[in-house]
């Protein structure tokens, strides 16, 4: 199928007419500075479009060969010009409305990035702090969801304890442990970009309710694993003294907001991680996603 064929009005399961035919997404950038407040980049639709004059995000209708991050980064680029390439993707979350849903993939980006109108459709863009943004005339679809995506701005940040995660199967590391560990980094460095279904989450993460999460991933190794390098996807961290010491500084280096999730078995240290606030699962969940994402048995 060609480009916009996503474009049309459709009729969900609760009665109310949305536009686009396959569902539709937009871009939600958001940015944290360094007094732990957090901003916004808002679009203001032309007087003249639907629902003109309203604060919202860039975004519309979702083509049929496109996912909704392919269809946020290209409604965004055609309404917008600021530089895209700039943004990590850290979430969706998914406004379903029964044969229909909205879809905002929420960015991160490490300024206030420039951004101006690029098209007919945008009068005006501007960073707004959360508290400004409640003193707007904002978008009907954006105001419905904007007290669940406001509390979705936060980054998943995943820390693996490399040791204790192939320690837990016994198929014959022990041989060599770099490689080991190299085989587990090239299995965590899809993650970022494919993200982890938040159903697929441990239970007990203390989270908001984001359909999908896109998490940094940081891996702490030890003992001849200090040798193993970095991969896109995946900050490696050498121990340079106690691999458990290494893993709760990991855990406590993140920004206002992140979500620290620890992998490891060892009880010791997941009471350390649980006393800096980091929420802790074993090797066997991380073991399970990854088996299953590659048809593993």
């Not at 098209?119 to 501007?126: K, L, Y």
């Not at 702090?129 to 005339?137: F, P």
């Not at 014959?172 to 090239?186: F, K, M, P, Q, S």
Request: a negative charge; one cysteine or more.
């Amino acid at each position: 199928m060609g480009g916009g064929d996503g474009n049309g009005w459709v009729m969900c399961d609760l009665g109310h007419d949305h536009w686009g035919l396959n569902g539709a997404a937009g871009l939600l950038i958001h940015h944290r500075d360094a007094e732990g407040t957090s901003h916004v980049l808002l679009q203001r639709r032309s007087r003249w479009s639907h629902q003109g004059g309203t604060w919202g995000v860039p975004g519309g209708a979702r083509d049929s060969h496109e996912d909704s991050i392919a269809a946020a980064l290209r409604e965004a680029e055609e309404e917008v010009f600021c530089d895209l390439d700039a943004l990590r993707v850290q979430g969706i979350y998914s406004d379903d409305h029964g044969g229909w849903c909205y879809d905002t993939v929420i960015c991160a980006a490490d300024s206030r990035i420039e951004a101006r109108p690029g098209n007919w459709e945008t009068d005006a863009i501007r960073w707004f702090t959360l508290a400004e943004v409640g003193r707007l005339r904002l978008h009907p679809g954006f105001l419905a969801t904007w007290d669940m995506t406001r509390t979705a701005l936060d980054r998943l940040v995943l820390i693996v304890d490399a040791a204790n995660v192939i320690g837990s199967r016994p198929d014959g590391w022990w041989h060599d442990r770099a490689g080991a560990v190299r085989r587990l980094r090239d299995r965590l460095a899809p993650l970022p970009t494919a993200g982890i279904a938040d159903a697929a989450l441990p239970g007990e993460a203390d989270r908001p309710g984001l359909g999908r999460w896109y998490p940094e991933v940081r891996l702490v190794v030890e003992g001849e694993a200090r040798a193993v390098e970095p991969v896109p996807g995946v900050t490696v961290i050498a121990a340079t003294g106690s691999g458990d010491d290494a893993v709760v500084a990991a855990a406590m280096d993140r920004r206002a907001g992140d979500i620290p999730l620890v992998v490891t078995a060892d009880r010791e240290l997941r009471r350390r991680c649980e006393a800096v606030g980091a929420t802790v699962t074993g090797p066997s969940w991380l073991l399970g996603l990854l088996d299953a994402r590659d048809g593993m048995p």
